[in-house]
């Protein structure tokens, strides 16, 4: 399994990006796909998850209403739409796959992991 991240930039305070996680190899291990960020002196904090059918979308506290998770399986793509991002938001956001159909927001339980795209927030 292949997971691409791409989409990050430098944006000012209150707008927006779009992250994209391309995956590639068995769609049997990319059931579960999850976003993590980890900003500088930071430890990684989940961001968001959502299942093979989409139905399943969740998203961390710390974003709720502000980033919505969803997915395109004829595409293998997980999209991460973040709105009215802050300062707060600056990180390299790193996507990551599972085989297993259960929702853990615990970064050790994720397979495999992409190689990350940097969003910086200005204020």
């Known amino acids: 399994v292949q997971l691409q991240a791409s989409g990050g930039g430098l944006v000012q305070a209150g707008g927006s990006l779009r992250l994209s996680c391309a995956a590639s190899?068995?769609?049997?291990?990319?059931?579960?796909m999850g976003w993590f960020r980890q900003a500088p002196g930071k430890e990684r904090e989940f961001v968001g998850a959502?299942?093979?059918?989409?139905?399943?979308?969740y998203v961390a506290d710390s974003v709720k209403g502000r980033f919505t998770i969803s997915r395109d399986n004829a595409k293998n793509t997980v999209y991460l739409q973040m709105n009215m991002l802050t300062p707060e938001d600056t990180a390299v956001y790193s996507c990551?796959?599972?085989?297993?159909?259960?929702?853990?927001?615990?970064?050790?339980?994720?397979?495999?992991w992409g190689q990350g795209t940097l969003v910086t927030v200005s204020s």
């Open positions: 990551a796959s599972r085989g297993v159909s259960v929702l853990t927001t615990d970064p050790g339980s994720y397979e495999y």
């Open positions: 190899g068995n769609p049997d291990r990319f059931y579960y």
């Open positions: 959502i299942n093979w059918s989409g139905g399943r979308a």
